[in-house]
């Protein structure tokens, strides 16, 4: 073969690849981008059912997953994240409201939960979404393991008391989990500043407008 034809043959090639390169990426963009839009669906999903969990359908008849605002609070925030809040209502009247916030200082990193509030301060429930904590142990907190979670329904601001809101081991009424006690102390502060942040800012959770607002 002679110089010539080497170097066809090379530059043929090397069209080949480039062609197979642009091809290639391009299917790694659009697979990136349904597998991003089945990912996005699926924590929709998820999200929507439970919520639905803690409010169930027939208490609102409003779209509580468009019905939300984004509120910037000192009191509730995990590093600088507005924390969006899910508004229920019926026939215009508020009905619940559920926060999706974070406990920072769970054992093995930040616990998600969505703490639903009654319109007349309540807890109607809490869940945990997402979170680290130690299989057989901090998991605990999860509906699917126990029914630890639970002793936060119907729970208020004086029920208990505002002392007693602490795990027993540091003087409060609710249970810890055997061997994992930085798991509920978390889950309890953060549950327990999420209802006072609800009391003392109930007309700003339930304004109208949706979007970015700023508390105190």
Partial sequence: MDINSAKKNMLVAGK???IFAIVATALVGITFQMTKSKIAENERAFLLKSLHVLVPPDWHDNDIFVDKVD???QELNYRDSPVTVYRARKNGTNVAAIFN???PD???GPIKLLVAISDQAQIIGVRA???KET???GDAIDIEKSDWIKTFDRRTLSDPIEKHWRVKKDG???DQLTGATIT???IVKTTHDTLRYFIENKSLVFAKSRGASNAK
């Fill in 16 to 18: 080949a690849l480039a």
């Fill in 71 to 73: 509120l910037d609070s």
């Fill in 101 to 103: 916030v974070s406990a």
């Fill in 106 to 108: 769970g054992y093995s």
């Fill in 129 to 131: 979404i997402t979170h």
């Fill in 135 to 137: 299989p057989g142990l």
């Fill in 172 to 174: 409060g009424v609710f």
């Fill in 184 to 186: 509920p102390r978390a």
